[in-house]
């Protein structure tokens, strides 16, 4: 069927759903009122394609690119997704991680159109309102960060806009969720960077962060302005400071589908990662001594998902507690320290004498994994990572603070410091390192991966709540679809150009999980595979005539 359209002329070419550029038919343009408005050579998307590529490919840097990017996206939707999807390997990194941290430094000064919605302190009791303004009322996901803790970059305020707007599009080319069906939210509640408040060209509230009432409430009106209008929308909380991250999953988890992805979607990636690279090492996750370098959302977030895991080998609670080892700015996460401790830390302190550094806790518990989360670079040292490989036959060295200029060791370090034994995955891709005469190709621990598939599961079944469950049927299901041919190269997550796949096999996994708890708004049909597939979206120009 023909999409109903009830624009003309310069308004279909200026919106980037209508929009196919020299694509429309002759029988388009005569209809809309197209006719020299455009050059009169039809041109199907295949060769519009070979165009806009060969444009990309003329921008000499990656920040040159992403605004490349972001303006196709701005004017022609559909060719955009068709050109990522297509391209998908060479472009996340511009579109997401590492690329992204910068854009989004940069977003007030390289802003050209709204994508999204900027919700500030300025507009608490008109939330509802402003939702309204939302061109498209059938909303299903909606990625919304305050700014606070944008990847390893720390406060950014309103430039934070640039990681829901990343988020949405991999949605899109990683799962297929159709683009009208998303929106990205950034809650402008001030910032305290100073660097970025005090630039004159700064698009945000020139005041410091709220942390008090206001803030809540501005929250709470969002939260429930989304429920009221969109009920089965699904949210999902994005690059919170710690400090918010924990207590507002826990006030809103069960107030309809939310999670958190720096929390449950980084857990569950994890899971995957280790669990494919035990794959490589054939051994249980029950005999593994986990080190976390970092104790924050994605350190607890790991804990919690690789507690599942342990508890499904047939541990007791206490008993996959013992196997992690938290080390955080002062050292060894301990109970003589409880009472100085945030509240999610309390459950990992270890009964036992404080370690004042990671290299400490490394030379004694003699480590089979270590992973990095602290968002601080190089500080898994030469020494550290030698002496974890002198009692380790296959270290598994997972490096996954973003973007790459923040992790803590890089793949060429983490193999030629153990002669090629490492099994390594960093948070932002690192390019294959070639030594003694092999090839080792680093995996890449994307939360792409993990939440386009949780969030394509659970619109398909009209999921009521999101739990961690869903996370672990994710990770199980992720870690069996790397394929051995990767992990004979030592890499533990599949390759990006298989992500469609993969996620609509953790979408049929999601889906089972919420029609077995009981969550389901949508009848289950009787072939979920099929369901899944007919839900896909697929960037193909419709007929508007």
Not at 87 to 114: D, N, W
Request: proline share 6%; aromatic share 8%; hydrophobic share 40%.
């Amino acid at each position: 069927m023909p999409e109903t359209v009830n624009k003309r002329g310069v308004d279909v070419l200026h919106d980037p759903r209508l929009n196919k550029g020299t694509a429309f038919t002759p029988a388009e343009r005569d209809k809309l009122g197209l006719r020299g408005l455009l050059p009169p050579r039809y041109v199907p998307i295949e060769e519009q394609l070979e165009r806009v590529y060969e444009n990309y490919g003329y921008k000499e840097s990656d920040l040159a690119k992403y605004i490349y990017l972001i303006g196709l996206l701005d004017r022609n939707e559909t060719l955009f997704y068709y050109l990522l999807e297509r391209h998908l390997e060479e472009m996340m990194p511009i579109v997401y991680t590492p690329t992204v941290g910068l854009a989004c430094q940069k977003f007030s000064r390289i802003f050209r159109r709204p994508r999204g919605l900027a919700i500030s302190l300025d507009d608490a009791g008109k939330v509802d309102q402003i939702l309204g303004n939302w061109p498209y009322q059938d909303i299903r996901i909606i990625v919304f960060t305050d700014g606070e803790r944008i990847l390893g970059l720390g406060d950014l305020g309103l430039n934070g806009m640039g990681i829901p707007v990343g988020k949405l599009s991999l949605y899109v080319a990683a799962a297929g969720i159709d683009p009208i069906l998303t929106l990205p939210v950034c809650l402008d509640v001030g910032t305290d960077n100073d660097q970025i408040r005090f630039d004159p060209l700064y698009l945000g509230l020139d005041r410091p962060r709220e942390r008090g009432e206001a803030y809540d409430q501005l929250v709470d009106e969002f939260i429930h302005a989304v429920r009221k209008r969109w009920p089965l929308c699904i949210l999902q909380f994005e690059d919170f400071g710690n400090a918010n991250a924990f207590r507002l999953l826990a006030k809103y988890k069960d107030v309809g589908p939310v999670f958190n992805d720096d929390m449950q979607g980084t857990g569950s990636v994890a899971l995957a990662g280790v669990l494919a690279a035990l794959r490589i090492t054939r051994q249980p996750l029950a005999d593994q001594r986990i080190v976390f370098l970092g104790a924050g959302e994605a350190a607890i977030g790991i804990a919690k998902a690789l507690l599942a895991g342990l508890q499904d080998e047939g541990l007791t609670e206490q008993e996959a507690r013992d196997r992690f080892w938290l080390v955080d700015s002062k050292g060894l996460v301990t109970r003589n320290r409880l009472d100085q401790l945030p509240i999610h830390k309390r459950p990992f302190a270890r009964d036992e004498a404080a370690i004042g550094s990671l290299a400490g806790v490394v030379a004694k518990v003699h480590p089979t994994i270590l992973l990095g989360v602290s968002g601080q670079t190089g500080l898994f040292t030469e020494e550290i990572v030698r002496t974890m490989a002198q009692h380790v036959q296959r270290p598994i060295i997972f490096a996954l603070s973003n973007p790459t200029s923040k992790a803590e060791c890089t793949a060429q370090q983490a193999y030629t410091w153990t002669d090629g034994r490492a099994i390594f995955a960093s948070g932002s891709p690192f390019d294959p390192v070639k030594l003694n005469g092999r090839t080792y190709r680093p995996g890449q621990g994307n939360n792409a991966y993990i939440f386009p598939g949780v969030g394509l599961g659970a619109v398909v079944s009209g999921a009521t709540r999101i739990t961690d469950s869903m996370f672990h049927q994710a990770a199980m299901t992720l870690a069996q679809a790397v394929p051995d041919h990767l992990l004979k190269e030592g890499c533990v997550f599949p390759a990006l150009t298989a992500i469609q796949p993969v996620s609509a096999r953790i979408a049929v996994a999601v889906a089972t999980e919420v029609y077995r708890l009981g969550l389901a708004s949508v009848p289950e049909p009787p072939n979920l595979e099929e369901a899944v597939a007919n839900a896909i979206w697929k960037p193909e120009y419709r007929s508007l005539v």
